[in-house]
């Protein structure tokens, strides 16, 4: 099969999704000749800022001269950059040739009598299928959900286990606590990694403490409170932290929080054998970019995308906006899924808005409505409007913003992409 005929065998395989567990990962990897055991991991899971710490930590890496695979989900503007070496998407031929070596492990599966894997499933043994091949000296995997039964969580050689901050999120599938969240998330902590954790909750930190003691694990804890911010615009952040200056171009209040653990990551590195100098981690710092988390896409007005999809996202961005646009005017689009905490982000965010426009999130079987967001909003913000289309919500932001405005798009990354095309008529390489 080709590329695209690939991509339609994914999409016909969603009807295998949605059961939890580790078999049929493990069953499809065994019939893949087990590529992981050929690999190196750092792995990351947690609420918020797993995605943008990865981007940090691969990019520096990168910078240090290490082959390094990256697998993150969901993705933005390419269904391809989910698979990336050193920064670059895997190419449709090698998808493809992947793919056909997978989907004839699945037919042995079923010959077998064994469950058929979800598209995650097959996505995640196809990138370690990549980077084995490709001699990849580091992968950093970001969990999709979860941690303990994450399909991620197959691994076995982890060397670097990093928690970003734990909030409540996907309760129905990872506990009704934050202990039992915590607890399921800590879950990709293996024998023998070192482990990373950001600023938590002091229950969270008490989770991951015992676990750590229990099984032997060294911790360290980042403490982006000793961060000194030297300087901060939505162009850059400058900041010292232990003896360190490090200067960052990704705006956001939370991105200084995101950056101290990475330097933590990074340490804990050098002293475990991989060698990253100083200008290394600088350069690496400033390469850095991370698509949908507080990404300024236009000026003149301002228009900023931002995936905050739960109450401790919503709480960060409300930061930003009020960091960067304490005065100026603002317009905002939401969409959401309907399994999140909605009215607790509407409450938040949306009493900052001078306007709100809900979108519902094209072709996804979670998306709530436009129609039911705007009841929801309304109770925090009159001013609130259901669009038809995300193209609609656009240009009416755009028009009520005018030129000195700022527009805001926020409540899930499923849309980004197509607001950054509208916005910017650029056109989606997939």
């Given at each position: 099969m080709d590329y695209l005929q690939a991509r339609s065998y994914l999409i016909q395989a969603e009807q295998y999704a949605g059961e939890m567990g580790l078999a049929?990962?493990?069953?499809?990897?065994?019939?893949?000749?087990?590529?992981?055991?050929?690999?190196?991991?750092?792995?990351?899971?947690?609420?918020?800022?797993?995605?943008?710490?990865?981007?940090?930590?691969?990019?520096?890496?990168?910078?240090?001269?290490?082959?390094v695979g990256r697998y993150v989900s969901p993705t933005i503007y390419s269904y391809r950059e989910r698979i990336q070496i050193n920064g670059n998407n895997i190419t449709k031929e090698d998808f493809a040739k992947h793919m056909n070596r997978l989907v004839a492990a699945v037919r042995e599966m079923e010959q077998e009598g064994l469950a058929h894997p979800s598209p995650f499933e097959m996505e995640t043994v196809l990138a370690l299928m990549y980077f084995q091949e490709q001699g990849c000296d580091m992968v950093v995997l970001e969990c999709g959900m979860g941690g303990t039964m994450d399909a991620t969580n197959v691994i076995v050689n982890t060397v670097l286990a990093v928690l970003t901050s734990i909030s409540m999120d996907h309760m129905d599938y990872l506990g009704d606590t934050l202990e039992k969240i915590t607890a399921n998330k800590a879950g990709?902590?293996?024998?023998?990694?070192?482990?990373?954790?950001?600023?938590?909750?002091?229950?969270?930190?008490?989770?991951?403490?015992?676990?750590?003691?229990?099984?032997?694990?060294?911790?360290?804890?980042?403490?982006?409170?000793?961060?000194?911010?030297?300087?901060?615009?939505?162009?850059?952040?400058?900041?010292?932290?232990?003896?360190?200056?490090?200067?960052?171009?990704?705006?956001?209040?939370?991105?200084?929080?995101?950056?101290?653990?990475t330097l933590e990551c990074i340490q804990t590195l050098n002293q475990i054998g991989?060698?990253?100098?100083?200008?290394?981690?600088?350069?690496?710092?400033?390469?850095?970019?991370?698509n949908g988390r507080f990404t300024v896409i236009k000026k003149e007005p301002y228009v900023v995308v931002d995936g905050a999809h739960n109450p401790d996202a919503a709480l960060k961005l409300k930061q930003s906006i009020e960091m960067y646009f304490p005065e100026q005017e603002k317009i905002f689009i939401m969409g959401v899924f309907r399994d999140k905490q909605y009215d607790r982000i509407a409450e938040i965010l949306t009493p900052l808005a001078k306007q709100v426009y809900t979108i519902e999130s094209p072709d996804h079987e979670r998306a709530l409505k436009a129609s039911e967001l705007a009841v929801a909003v309304e109770k925090y913000n009159a001013h609130v409007q259901a669009c038809k289309s995300i193209g609609e919500a656009v240009n009416l932001s755009l028009a009520g913003?005018?030129?000195?405005?700022?527009?805001?798009?926020?409540?899930?990354?499923?849309?980004?992409?197509?607001?950054?095309?509208?916005?910017?008529g650029e056109e989606e390489n997939d």
């Open positions: 049929k990962v493990k069953n499809l990897l065994e019939k893949a000749g087990h590529p992981e055991d050929d690999l190196k991991f750092i792995h990351i899971a947690g609420t918020n800022g797993k995605g943008s710490v990865m981007a940090y930590v691969s990019t520096i890496l990168a910078c240090a001269g290490y082959r990709i902590i293996k024998p023998g990694a070192a482990v990373v954790i950001g600023r938590q909750e002091q229950q969270v930190e008490d989770v991951i403490w015992a676990l750590c003691t229990e099984k032997g694990n060294p911790l360290v804890v980042a403490k982006p409170q000793e961060a000194v911010i030297r300087e901060s615009t939505i162009e850059k952040q400058t900041f010292r932290y232990h003896g360190e200056e490090v200067t960052i171009t990704m705006a956001g209040s939370h991105q200084i929080e995101n950056a101290v653990l991989y060698t990253v100098t100083k200008e290394e981690i600088r350069q690496g710092f400033l390469k850095t970019r991370w913003a005018g030129k000195d405005g700022v527009v805001i798009a926020f409540g899930s990354l499923s849309f980004i992409g197509e607001i950054t095309r509208i916005v910017t």
